[in-house]
């Protein structure tokens, strides 16, 4: 079993529509990721959290550290959020390390 | 901006070749990454440095070695390619974490190709 489980593996959703997607791990962090990889394999940091929520624009990324739970929400979704969204943990005592989980590929259509 | 450079997006090799894949940062980061990402895998680390010069091994670094002689530049080499060394090549830079968040800022990917 990964360490970093995400689902769904794939979302398709129409223009505008509010997107969610989780992220459930199984050890101890001191930091959560979430990524995004367009087509052609870039990687960018969207958001680095250890507690609570953070917003940026039309993005929302909460972690419940009990539950070792984080989801990452998209709302009036456009054509544009189409690409790949990673979650990544750094786990406890593992210095700048981060473990991945396999993406969730998201396209929105018109 | 952080800017982190590889040097090739994408490569075609030949089975038996040494291949040098090169990874540039500009802020001065303490940690650099090589990561190489599969389907239905995810990224998965191959090497990271700490420091000039100082170098872990990942989750698989069988087939691979790193050089990182400036602070600036982490190299990873391919000292005899392999057909299942085909794959996306990831860089990535970090500061030290030194007790906060630290931001990861990853490169634009080398898609590998060896024949």
């Known amino acids: 079993k990964n360490e970093v489980e995400q689902s769904p593996q794939n979302l398709t959703a129409q223009e505008g529509e509010f997107i969610t997607i989780n992220c459930s791990y199984s050890v101890g962090i001191s930091a959560l990721h979430w990524l995004q990889q367009h087509p052609g394999g870039g990687i960018v940091s969207l958001f680095m959290?250890?507690?609570g929520k953070k917003k940026h624009g039309r993005l929302i990324a909460t972690i419940n550290i009990q539950e070792k739970h984080s989801s990452l929400h998209i709302t009036a979704s456009h054509p544009r959020d189409s690409a790949v969204y990673i979650c990544a943990v750094r786990r406890t005592g593992t210095a700048s390390k981060l473990t991945f989980g396999t993406g969730t590929r998201l396209q929105v259509t018109l | 901006d952080v800017k982190v450079t590889q040097s090739s997006r994408y490569l075609v090799k030949r089975t038996g070749e040494k291949v040098f894949l090169e990874c540039v940062q500009d802020?001065?980061?303490?940690?650099m990454f090589w990561y190489r990402q599969d389907p239905g895998l995810g990224l998965r680390l191959i090497y990271f440095?700490?420091?000039?010069?100082?170098?872990e091994k990942g989750d698989i670094p069988e087939g691979y070695s790193v050089s990182r002689e400036k602070k600036e530049r982490f190299s990873l080499i391919l000292e005899s390619a392999s057909t299942n060394q085909t794959s996306m090549y990831l860089c990535a830079s970090s500061l030290w974490p030194g007790g906060g968040e630290t931001e990861a800022f990853f490169g634009q990917g080398t898609r590998l190709t060896v024949v």
């Open positions: 440095s700490y420091d000039v010069k100082m170098k």
């Open positions: 802020m001065d980061h303490e940690n």
């Open positions: 959290l250890s507690s």
